[in-house]
C-alpha cells in the first residue's frame, strides 16, 4: 500500500467545453513517485499539474530509457467511475520495465495510484457518449550523466487526459497502408514493451501512409517484411473463411489488452480463433478469392477499428466495399457496453475507482 500525499490546486481550471480531441487537455492534477537506487520507489504523490525541471544531460532525453502505458476511465451508466482491466496494465508495465532495464512497481501500487489520481480528478471524467478519461502511466530516468548505463533514478509519472469520442459518427472505416520498406521491431528487440523509441521509429511510416491519404501503417515482420504485425498503436484482426485470425505474439507485437478481450469474446462466442503467422500474401489472395471477410484493429483509444481499405505496394484491397462488418460492431458494441456498465462483466473486466 502507498502512503500517497495529496496536494490540491488552488487554482483549478476551466473544464473544457467544446471537442476534446485526444491528448490535448490535461487534468489539475498528476501522480508522482520517485525512484532511488538503495531506497527503492519513494514519495509517491498527488501534486498539481506541473511542468518539470531536468538538466539536460538526463538520461531519458539522451537514451529513450522510458516506459508508458495507456488506460482509460469511464463514468459508468450507474454514475460511478471505472477502469478496465487495469490489472493487465500492471503487469505489461512490468514486462516493458524488465526489458528497458527499469526497476518493477508492485502491480497493486500501480492501480493503486491510477485510482488515486482518477478520483482526485473525477470531475474531469467526461460523460458525453463515447468520451473518456485517458489515463497515461509512465516512466522516465533521470540519472544526469551521458555514458550509456541505467539509470539509478526514475520517475513514475501519471497523467489524464479527458478525450472525445474516436469515431462522433459511429463507427467508420480507416484506411491502411502496409509498409513494405520501414519496419517497426524486430525479435529481440523491443517491439514487445510499450516504449517511446518503438514510436520514435514509427513515426516516418505514418509520414508515407499520410502522405499518400491513409490513416495509419500496418507493419510487417522485421526480418522477412513478409509478415503481417500490428499497426502503429493496434493490434490487427482478420476474419477469413469465418475464421478469426490475428497475428501470433512472436516478441516484436504489443500484446494489447483489447486484443486479448477480442479472443476471448470470439472464443466464448464459439468462433473459431487462430492465433498465428499470417502473410501479406496469404491477404491477397484471401481479398481476391472473396473470402477476406472483415478486417479490424484493437486498442484502448479506438477499442475497434475497422478497417475499409489496405494497400500493398500496387494492389489496393477494398474490405466489405468498405462497411463496418457484424463481427466489429459486435464486439465494439460488447467492449464499450462492458466498460459503461451497459453489458454484464461476466469476466470482472470493470473495476471500481471507488
Ligand atoms: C498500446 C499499443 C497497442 C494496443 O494495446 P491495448 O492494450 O489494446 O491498448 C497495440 N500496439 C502498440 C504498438 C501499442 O503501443
Redesign the pocket.
Known amino acids: 500500500m502507498l502512503d500517497i500525499k495529496i496536494t490540491r490546486t488552488t487554482t483549478p481550471k476551466e473544464k473544457p467545453t467544446g471537442p476534446l480531441g485526444f491528448g490535448k487537455i490535461f487534468t489539475d492534477h498528476m501522480f508522482i513517485m520517485n525512484y532511488t537506487e538503495g531506497i527503492g520507489w519513494h514519495d509517491p504523490r498527488i501534486e498539481p499539474f506541473h511542468d518539470l525541471s531536468i538538466s539536460p544531460a538526463c538520461v531519458i532525453l539522451h537514451y529513450g530509457q522510458e516506459m508508458f ?3 482509460k476511465a469511464y463514468k459508468g451508466v450507474d454514475g460511478h467511475n471505472y477502469l478496465f482491466r487495469p490489472d ?2 500492471a503487469k ?1 508495465a512490468n514486462v516493458s520495465n524488465d526489458r528497458l532495464c527499469i526497476p518493477h512497481i508492485p502491480e497493486e501500487d500501480f492501480v493503486q495510484a491510477i485510482k488515486a489520481i482518477v478520483k482526485v480528478d473525477e470531475d474531469w471524467i467526461p460523460t458525453e457518449p463515447g468520451t473518456s478519461l485517458y489515463i497515461r502511466p509512465f516512466i522516465i530516468a533521470t540519472d544526469v550523466f551521458l555514458g550509456v548505463d541505467t539509470s539509478k533514478t526514475y520517475l513514475f509519472m501519471i497523467i489524464l487526459s479527458p478525450s472525445g469520442a474516436y469515431y462522433p459518427e459511429g463507427l467508420a472505416p480507416v484506411s491502411i497502408w502496409i509498409e513494405d520498406d520501414f519496419v ?1 521491431a524486430v525479435r529481440g528487440g523491443m ?1 514487445f514493451a ?1 516504449t517511446s523509441g ?2 520514435a521509429c ?1 513515426l516516418i511510416g505514418q509520414i508515407k501512409a499520410h502522405n499518400d491519404g491513409y490513416s495509419q501503417v500496418l507493419w510487417l515482420d522485421g526480418v522477412e517484411r513478409k509478415y503481417i504485425e ?6 490487427i484482426f482478420f476474419k477469413i473463411d469465418g475464421k478469426v485470425v490475428t497475428p501470433m505474439l512472436n516478441g516484436s ?9 477480442v479472443l476471448t469474446l470470439c472464443r466464448d462466442w464459439g468462433l473459431e480463433v487462430e492465433e498465428r503467422k499470417i502473410s501479406v500474401d496469404e491477404l491477397i489472395d484471401a481479398q481476391k478469392s472473396g473470402k477476406l471477410e472483415e478486417v479490424f484493429g ?4 479506438a477499442v475497434i477499428s475497422p478497417v475499409g481499405k489496405l494497400r500493398y505496394k500496387d494492389d489496393v484491397m477494398t474490405i466489405g466495399n468498405g462497411e463496418i462488418g457484424e463481427l466489429s460492431q459486435k464486439l465494439y458494441d460488447t467492449v464499450t457496453g462492458i466498460q459503461l456498465g451497459r453489458i454484464e462483466d461476466k469476466y470482472g473486466w470493470r473495476v471500481l475507482v471507488d
Open positions: 502505458e495507456g488506460l493487465m496494465n505489461r517497426r517491439g510499450k518503438n514510436y514509427s500490428e499497426v502503429g498503436s493496434m493490434n507485437i504489443l500484446p494489447g489488452i483489447t486484443r486479448n478481450s484493437s486498442g484502448t483509444a
